[in-house]
């Protein structure tokens, strides 16, 4: 841990310093965008069936709240990376747009209407919240993507990822069925 935390306050004033700061970028990131949130969404598809009422959602806020923690942690190392490449470019615009849903997400959580007092603005709140969560997904996954290309040129393990995010998706979209619409 003091080595993760280290490397996350120290100046990007050396290559070697340069090249931990963007590994552990890439580490943070995965682990927000390609762990946490991904699980936290099946857990909201198919959480409710398969653990008691209040676990499930206590189990998806937490890995929500997780991936936003990793995903801030990664936000200020990107910083302290910067570059000037065109395809560096395209990776942090996408990536400030992921941050701003993701930290948009846990201030819609919290403003959601009773069911029983509101039930067409919490039908409206369901909606904004998930599928604005699918958004960040897809954006997020798209950025780690091309944040392993900058990488790993070669893209093998590009090519490795989009295999697993592919596998992935088609589970996800599989317990989620029709209700994705």
Known sequence: MGTVVSTLLAPASSLAIRESKKTLHGALMIWAWGVFIP?????????????????????HRAL????AVLGTAGLITARQIGSGAAQASTHRLTGYLVSLIALAQPIIATNRPDPKKDPEGRAAWFALHKYLAWLGLLLGLYNIRTGLQMWDPKESLSLMYSSGIVAAGTVVATWN???LM
């Open 177 to 179: 069925g029709a209700a």
């Open 39 to 59: 699980s936290g969404m099946l857990l909201a598809s198919i959480g409710k069936e398969t653990f008691s009422q209040g676990i499930w959602f206590k189990l």
């Open 64 to 67: 929500g709240v997780g991936a």
